[in-house]
């Protein structure tokens, strides 16, 4: 294969000079240096299990690339852990972090003028990250999922992350000690990789496959195992060959392909931060698409087929058993767009049709789990530019919720109420100025929303926030309200004591007071003021767009 890469650069000119004597000095050849030079991209990091395991899989990789007839330059990211980075500041820097991978990436490959990138997708921001800066940068590019955690077990029966997390709200009510989840916290991680369910790790995982940026067939993927590995060195045999053939994501990243990301997420009950991470890549690719639009489209048309916890009962390595992503879209392919192009160089079509029978755990469209929507995109008074719901497999989940606003500044004063027994049935607990430019960075109300269902309060109390929650929260929650209170919202002027309507069936969030009312706390003004920050937040909070628009850091 030959073509001109742009990392040669022309003998005798300045740039080709230093660079030579750069490289020649960490011990590369002349014939090296004519190589398609990849960039392995890993967020290892000793603060997170999640990323435990990267350095281990970088080697393979790095490995399979030069095999191949290319060159690897290992580069290092920020690593952002929803359980670990959130602590600060309200887990304020949580989404910040994935624009701040994305152009730390940028930095790092355009400025380098590599040829193409492999990047090692972990913790919940660094899949939807690198496929930003893919989509940005347009150079040759796999994603690599690097897999999901072992859950352990306690008493003999099985605990995992999910566990923990909505016990805290158990340990609120007294329903659970505090040493019982001590105990519940030291076995409920067993290895490396991300969370056990369907979170929104393994929900981008999965998206990173179905838009075709991963090799078809690997997610999802328990971490460590032979079977990451070997799609993990595929990846690195095969990022070589797209270089050469010029294999670009602006060929992958199409209005079809983001189309059948939604069918995919819709068929799992997937995260709800699928949405707002999808509409950040196309804005990044430039592919005209609107994904709550996608959402209301696809919704009345793809059937729940596949509950994993936390929709269901069904863990994440059954789905994987089962055939996984590629089992979704066979199942789906009377739906989806076949022709979509993947890194493999193959259609999804081709993919569909030599892949093995799924398994059982994936049902058919004639024979789903729920034939309604698992994800919808609500609107109404308080959310006129959208929000998210999960349903899941809309079980226990009545179709109308009415009930009086109780109004939080923070998840840690909301989590207060709940253990002072004021969050009671019919409470509508609002949750505001978190969002991306308010919190800024959209603040943490997923451990509330957690907390909520461990203390058996979801399907009488509903959360309402312009801040973030996590793909393994359930209930009524209400998340990602745009306009957020710090853009004018009408999230900003709900008080204590104020109607709320949700209507599932109509897809909406209703303020239900007077016009006259609202007008005269308008002319007041919002009670919420924006945090004041400096560093990196002040940054975000000065350049984020909307999270309509994928909470992005570029102008519109």
């Known amino acids: 294969m030959t073509r001109k890469l742009r990392s040669n650069f022309e003998e005798g000119s300045p740039r080709w000079a230093v660079r030579r004597a750069q490289w020649r000095a960490l011990g590369l050849s002349d014939e090296d240096m004519r190589k398609p030079k990849i960039a392995v991209v890993n967020s290892s990091s000793e603060l997170s299990i999640c990323f435990s395991h990267l350095d281990g899989i970088a080697a393979a990789v790095k490995q399979a690339v030069r095999e191949a007839g290319g060159l690897a330059f290992e580069i290092r990211t920020c690593a952002p852990s929803d359980f670990v980075t959130s602590a600060g500041k309200q887990g304020r820097y949580i989404l910040p972090s994935r624009d701040l991978l994305v152009n730390d990436i940028e930095v790092q490959v355009e400025g380098a003028q590599l040829d193409g990138m492999i990047c090692l997708a972990s913790c919940d921001k660094t899949a939807p990250g690198q496929m930003m800066a893919a989509a940005r940068l347009d150079v040759p590019t796999l994603i690599v999922p690097c897999g999901y955690q072992p859950h352990g077990t306690l008493d003999g029966c ?91 994501p602006s060929r992958i990243l199409t209005p079809q392909a983001f189309e059948n990301a939604v069918m995919a997420g819709l068929a799992l009950s997937a995260s709800i931060n699928l949405a707002r991470h999808l509409q950040a890549i196309a804005v990044e690719a430039r592919c005209p698409v609107q994904i ?19 929709n269901g009962e069904t863990r994440i390595e059954q789905l994987e058993a089962a055939g996984g992503a590629r089992a979704v879209m066979q199942r789906l392919r009377t739906l989806v767009h076949g022709e979509c192009l993947t ?204 999270i309509s628009r994928g909470a992005v850091l570029i102008e519109p």
């Not at 709550?292 to 596949?306: F, S």
């Not at 058996?456 to 306009?483: C, K, M, W």
Request: hydrophobic share 45%; charged share 25%; glycine share 12%.
């Open 158 to 248: 099985a605990v995992d992350i999910e566990e923990v997390y909505e016990s805290v709200g158990r340990v609120a009510t007294g329903e659970i000690s505090l040493e019982r989840l001590g105990r519940m916290c030291d076995v409920a991680i067993g290895g490396p990789g991300v969370c056990a369910g369907m979170g929104t790790a393994n929900t981008m995982h999965i998206a990173a496959e179905v838009l075709g940026l991963a090799l078809p067939g690997g997610t999802p993927v328990r971490a460590n195992s032979e079977r990451m590995f070997e799609y993990a060195r595929a990846a690195g045999r095969r990022v070589v060959e797209a270089v050469w053939e010029d294999l670009r």
């Open 292 to 310: 709550y639009d996608l959402y209301d489209r696809a919704g009345e048309r793809v059937p729940l087929l596949c509950a994993v916890r936390p």
């Open 343 to 546: 890194v493999s160089g193959r259609s999804w079509a081709e993919e569909i049709a030599a892949a093995p029978e799924p398994g059982a755990v994936v049902r058919t469209i004639d024979d789903p789990i729920s034939r309604k929507a698992s994800v919808v995109v609500m609107r109404g008074n308080l959310a006129t530019e959208g929000a998210i719901l999960k349903l899941g497999d809309a079980g226990g989940k009545a179709s109308r919720f009415e009930g009086r606003a109780l109004v939080f500044d923070s998840q840690e004063a909301a989590l207060q109420a709940l253990r002072d027994g004021r969050i009671v049935p019919g409470t509508v607990a609002v949750l505001r100025g978190m969002g991306a430019r308010g919190g800024p960075g959209m603040a943490l109300a997923s451990g509330f929303v957690a907390a909520v269902e461990g203390a058996g309060r979801s399907r009488d109390v509903a959360v309402v926030t312009d801040g973030q929650l996590s793909g393994l929260n359930r209930g009524i929650a209400i998340g990602l309200v745009s306009p957020e209170a710090a853009a004018g919202g009408l999230i900003a002027f709900v008080e204590d004591d104020d109607p709320v309507v949700v209507d599932i069936e109509r897809r909406t969030v209703t303020l239900a007071v007077d016009e006259g009312e609202l007008a005269r706390r308008r002319e007041r003004g919002p009670t919420v003021a924006p945090a004041e920050e400096r560093g990196w937040l002040s940054v975000y909070a000065r350049t984020v767009q909307p």
